[in-house]
DNA sequence: CGCTTGCTTGGAGTGCACTCCAGGGATCTA
DNA sequence: TAGATCCCTGGAGTGCACTCCAAGCAAGCG
């Protein structure tokens, strides 16, 4: 119920996606249950996630505790909005292993963005069509509810 | 080896309505395969679908074998439009449920649809949201792909 | 000092939506 | 009459994405 992914300004370059109460770089280490508050993920999600090598490696502190960073909160919440799209998760991972073999993958990190990119429109397009189908079927039925009402109430 | 099951339709995964290739309202009648064909789904599916109470009582020939109709057909390509919103199976059961229960359950029904539609629309938005975030990363992977180009082949 | 809270781990369990299997029956073609 | 092909059933298995468990460590508090 704590789900703080506001709709925030498209403004930043590249990965900067909408994020609220966050300390600024530099003070920037979460523990694992104020990340889970940040990006409505559960500890064990945030756990899970980092064993199949969806994240980065994440700092610890000196007892061996998780300090997540405003970089992995910005990794997050592109993951965050890739599994929006329905990518499986591992894809997402395979999209990981890219970032973390460095700059001789941005051409196949590239096109797999760009297949994205076409699978989300062409969800859009389906949801369209459905949107299309239910609008016709909610028609029928408020007319169908009017004559309903109007025979037996008045 | 006994059922050809999962052959399905290699490349025509658009899910759009493949009305063409019907009978006459009065021939309609269907063998699973032939359902599974025209839908896209398996036979398996089809046959899972009727037990977990999501069509209605379907046809059979002197043999106990399945002959779908085309009301049959208009049913599963509704389930079709529904199971694309990420409705979950039970709740497509449930409306059947209502449907089977007869027509004082309209208003129900009435109300399901509507808030199906406003979680396809809440969907709708998301992927917009999700596109742009894609965009902006297309973006700099472009600027990025062009500035290593540039600097090794010019 | 003990208690509570929060974190750690590997591994096991859950729920969903299929997906398949074994074993058998009916129909068609050669 | 044989073989191929389609279909039937109940129940078991699969893959995905979590979700939880048991056992234990470390820090803060009265």
Same mark, same amino acid.
Request: glycine share 8%; with cysteine.
């Given at each position: 119920?704590?789900?703080?992914?506001?709709?925030?300004?498209?403004?930043?370059?590249?990965?900067?996606?909408?994020?609220?109460?966050? #300390?600024?770089? &530099?003070?920037?280490?979460?523990?694992?249950?104020?990340? !889970?508050? /940040?990006?409505?993920?559960?500890? $064990? =999600?945030?756990?899970?996630?980092?064993?199949?090598?969806?994240?980065?490696?994440?700092?610890?502190?000196?007892?061996?505790?998780?300090?997540?960073?405003?970089?992995?909160?910005?990794?997050?919440?592109?993951?965050?909005?890739? #599994?929006?799209? &329905?990518?499986?998760?591992?894809?997402?991972?395979?999209? !990981?292993? /890219?970032?973390?073999?460095?700059? $001789? =993958?941005?051409?196949?990190?590239?096109?797999?963005?760009?297949?994205?990119?076409?699978?989300?429109?062409?969800?859009?397009?389906?949801?369209?069509?459905?949107?299309?189908?239910?609008?016709?079927?909610?028609?029928?039925?408020?007319?169908?509810?009017?004559?309903?009402?109007?025979?037996?109430?008045?």
């Amino acid at each position: 119920m704590t789900e703080t992914e506001s709709t925030g300004t498209p403004t930043d370059t590249c990965a900067g996606p909408p994020q609220g109460n966050r #300390r600024p770089d &530099g003070a920037d280490k979460y523990t694992i249950s104020e990340v !889970a508050a /940040l990006t409505g993920l559960t500890a $064990h =999600t945030l756990r899970w996630y980092e064993r199949i090598g969806l994240m980065p490696h994440i700092d610890r502190s000196h007892t061996g505790q998780r300090r997540y960073s405003n970089r992995d909160l910005d990794w997050l919440a592109l993951v965050g909005k890739l #599994r929006l799209t &329905g990518m499986p998760v591992a894809d997402m991972v395979r999209y !990981a292993e /890219l970032v973390r073999a460095g700059d $001789h =993958t941005y051409t196949e990190r590239f096109e797999l963005l760009k297949r994205t990119r076409e699978d989300v429109l062409a969800r859009i397009a389906e949801l369209q069509g459905t949107l299309a189908v239910l609008d016709r079927k909610i028609d029928f039925y408020a007319d169908a509810g009017l004559a309903l009402a109007s025979e037996r109430t008045r």
